[in-house]
T-cell receptor, first 116, second 114 residues
Framework: AQTVTQSQPEMSVQEAETVTLSCTYD???????LFWYKQPPSRQMILVIR??????QNATENRFSVNFQKAAKSFSLKISDSQLGDAAMYFC?????????????FGKGTKLTVNP | NAGVMQNPRHLVRRRGQEARLRCSPM?????VYWYRQLPEEGLKFMVY????????ESGMPKERFSAEFPKEGPSILRIQQVVRGDSAAYFC????????????FGAGTRLSVL
């Protein structure tokens, strides 16, 4: 079974600085998807970024980018120019791409605090 | 295009009562997923449905829990004879019939069992 591990329960960053959140996963599949979701205090799960495992190029969405290391099974999220609105729980998630049930497997999350 | 709608947002039940949680997927989406989030935890998969079919229920407890996604109307997650351990946030997500694997989440239903 696939597992996702987020080793940092909490992280903090100064406004306008850069922070990196770590995620590792375990799978025997060669093709899959990886995601970062953000959950602010409102509890709404918001998709931040998505990476397809067969693509070597790291995904980027504005101030958010990933460092995808397939051999190391590592998928970290970098947030540049941090803003107060980035404060939230961040969840790393895995999904198979091999048909059937594309359920998401989540890590336990990292709570990000942004200090003014 | 309205997002995934879940209701109610908050549901309070006494032990032994039934809880019914509703989820209306985004327009054009035919895949629905239910997840449960316990305090201080990530989301855990429960069940995956397409219209009138349960595709994967590997995360559902064997007893008291059931789910449906009828041809017409919202998807329903039903918990019979609730116990205190059922207290959690329940999230629904929907996705379209493509291969992009992107799931869009509702705001969740927080179930409190007294």
């Amino acid at each position: 079974a696939q597992t996702v591990t987020q080793s940092q329960p909490e992280m903090s960053v100064q406004e306008a600085e850069t922070v990196t959140l770590s995620c590792t996963y375990d799978t025997s599949e060669s093709d899959y998807y990886l995601f970062w979701y953000k959950q602010p205090p409102s509890r709404q799960m918001i998709l931040v970024i998505r990476q397809e495992a067969y693509k070597q190029q790291n995904a980027t969405e504005n101030r958010f980018s990933v460092n995808f290391q397939k051999a190391a099974k590592s998928f970290s999220l970098k947030i540049s120019d941090s803003q107060l609105g980035d404060a939230a729980m961040y969840f790393c998630a895995y999904s198979t791409s091999q048909g059937g049930s594309e359920k998401l497997v989540f890590g336990k999350g990292t709570k990000l605090t942004v200090n003014p | 295009n309205a997002g995934v709608m879940q209701n109610p947002r908050h549901l309070v039940r006494r032990r032994g009562q039934e809880a019914r949680l509703r989820c209306s997927p985004m327009k054009g989406h035919s895949h629905v997923y239910w997840y449960r989030q316990l305090p201080e935890e990530g989301l855990k998969f429960m069940v995956y449905l397409q219209k009138e079919n349960i595709i994967d229920e590997s995360g559902m407890p064997k007893e008291r829990f059931s789910a449906e996604f009828p041809k017409e109307g919202p998807s329903i997650l039903r918990i019979q004879q609730v116990v205190r351990g059922d207290s959690a946030a329940y999230f629904c997500a929907s996705s379209p019939m493509d291969r992009e694997n992107i799931q869009y989440f509702g705001a969740g239903t927080r179930l409190s069992v007294l």
